[in-house]
């Protein structure tokens, strides 16, 4: 089987958000899709998991949106 190689954000549906983690497990950023940019929501899901991994509220925390 051969692999191959596509970028990050080729990788994403049109609904789909994605987090950006260093090498060390630190979260460096947040994707998020083109149509929710605009917009101040983030599915309960991740909020639930930034809080829980990384200790991040992000209705207090600043974050990067990507």
Do not use: C, N
């Amino acid at each position: 089987m051969t692999k191959k190689k596509i970028s990050f954000e080729d990788s994403l549906e049109d609904t789909d958000y994605g987090l950006i983690i260093s090498a060390d497990g630190q979260l460096k950023g947040m994707f998020m899709p083109e149509q929710r940019e605009e917009v101040d929501y983030v599915p309960e899901k991740i909020v639930q998991i930034l809080h829980q991994v990384y200790g991040m509220d992000i209705g207090t925390d600043s974050a990067t949106i990507h």
